[in-house]
């Protein structure tokens, strides 16, 4: 029998996704490492053609643990709890994984006027 492997790509796809559908969630955040690796990256897809899931502000680790960076409006601890909620069920639904963890980092908050 073959074995599955899904990839932490996918895995931070599925993330994304469950993340900005998080009422709350303005957008995601790229980290300082994210950023300086995405343009080797980007330029490497561009060449060959390739698009890429959206799932800037994602990581995932071994685990697997989901970390996750993103700016909120609202009470940031009850929009961090929900993003963990969401991002733990639908990586299990799209996946079968299940997550050891799902770190949210607040790096902004806007408040509605």
Do not use: H, N
């Not at 492997?5 to 969630?25: F, K, M, N, S, Y």
């Not at 960076?69 to 969401?86: F, I, K, L, M």
């Amino acid at each position: 029998m073959a074995e599955l492997v899904i990839g932490p790509d996918v895995i931070a796809a599925v993330a994304a996704q469950a993340t900005l559908a998080t009422p709350g969630v303005l957008r995601l955040e790229p980290g300082v490492a994210e950023l300086i690796g995405g343009w080797g990256r980007a330029a490497r897809q561009q060449v060959l053609g390739m698009a890429r899931a959206a799932s800037t502000g994602v990581t995932v680790a071994d685990g697997p643990v989901v970390r996750v960076s993103v700016s909120v409006t609202g009470r940031a601890a009850d929009v961090g709890q929900a993003v963990q909620r969401a991002v733990a069920a639908a990586v299990e639904a799209g996946t079968g994984e299940s997550l050891a963890g799902v770190e949210v980092s607040i790096v902004d908050i806007v408040m509605a006027p």
